[in-house]
């Protein structure tokens, strides 16, 4: 297959047809996660520190190999460890609620981070949003809103599950802050080994103090090592590759595959039906978050 090439746009975009496919299959390998989270039967943070710690040796070569000259800005490095802390707090958050609520919408919540920048940074400006992000906070209210009053009805358990989910989008959000700005200089992939450093003995604290089974039991090592490799080195290899080649509003509708998969899985493997009011308020939530990854103004990129 050639790799197709278009002309750059204004802002330097310059994808391919490889850094297409790449964006795809990186967001698609991130929605098995939910699924491989249920298969393992340690607990669910359990399952969350081997998807970071098994990933790690073949993370740290790529980081090696990816090195530069100038010196480890140690700042840099400590922004690292804090939004590991974080991470480890998302990430324990939302295995907790794949657990207990429906994939598609552990999927969805789990990926709110972007709509919760948002609303951050309309804070910390003090300014009124704008007619593109009062829609996008709208349509992310109104659509949690219906996808939670939905779990109410299937089971408090399923409620809950959503609750927890959400939470790792507001922690999500907070582990973004640091990272974005250590990635500006540091390459990802160091910043992805900084960052799982931090976060897997925070996981293991939190699994052992939670009591959780930490070895895999009869499933075996399979599940969880199919997390890590899909999860940390496909799904976040792969958008480090592609990430950059492409404007906010493609990345955002790129991620509205995640729930969309999430969702098809869930109904495969665990028969969770979706009725039209579950598609209204994912289509809502899906907006608020292509909204939110959307430039303010044409050739502006947040």
């Known amino acids: 297959m050639k790799r197709a090439t278009v002309t750059a746009d204004k802002n330097g975009y310059q994808p391919g047809a490889w850094h297409f496919a790449a964006l795809i299959a990186g967001n698609a390998a991130l929605a098995l996660g939910p699924w491989l989270v249920r298969l393992a039967d340690t607990g669910p943070v359990s ?3 081997w998807r970071l710690v098994l990933a790690l040796p073949l993370m740290a070569l790529l980081a ?8 480890l800005d140690w700042r840099l490095a ?11 707090i998302d990430l324990a958050s939302w295995h907790i609620g794949i657990e207990q609520t429906r994939l598609a919408n552990a999927t969805l919540f789990g990926n709110s981070g972007s709509v919760i920048l948002m609303v951050w940074g309309l804070v910390a400006a003090r300014r009124a949003p704008s007619g593109r992000e009062g829609a996008g906070v709208l349509a992310a209210l109104v659509g949690a809103a219906i996808l939670l009053g939905r779990s109410l009805e299937i089971s408090t ?20 802050l640091p990272a974005q700005k ?15 450093l931090a976060a897997s003995p925070l996981l293991l604290g939190m699994a052992v103090l939670a009591g959780e089974p930490i070895l895999p039991g009869s499933a075996g090592w399979t599940p969880v090592l199919l997390l890590a490799f899909s999860s940390q080195i496909v799904g976040q290899g792969l958008l480090v590759f592609s990430l950059r080649h492409f404007p906010p509003l493609i990345i955002g509708m790129a991620l509205l595959t995640q729930p969309a998969l999430a969702g098809l899985v869930g109904w495969l493997a665990f028969g969770e039906l979706l009725v039209p ?3 209204l ?7 608020a978050l292509v909204l939110a990854k959307t430039p303010a103004k044409v050739g502006q990129v947040r």
């Open 78 to 88: 400590a922004l690292c460890l804090v939004a590991g802390t974080f991470f480890a």
């Open 64 to 71: 090696w190999r990816a090195r530069g000259k100038a010196p």
């Open 182 to 196: 250590a990635r500006a200089t540091l390459n990802p992939w160091l910043v992805l080994v900084l960052v799982g």
């Open 277 to 279: 009011l579950d598609i």
């Open 157 to 176: 358990a399923t409620f809950v599950g959503d609750l927890f989910c959400l939470a790792a989008g507001i922690f999500y959000a907070f582990y973004l």
């Open 47 to 49: 399952a969350a520190f």
């Open 281 to 287: 308020g994912m289509a809502l939530v899906g907006a």
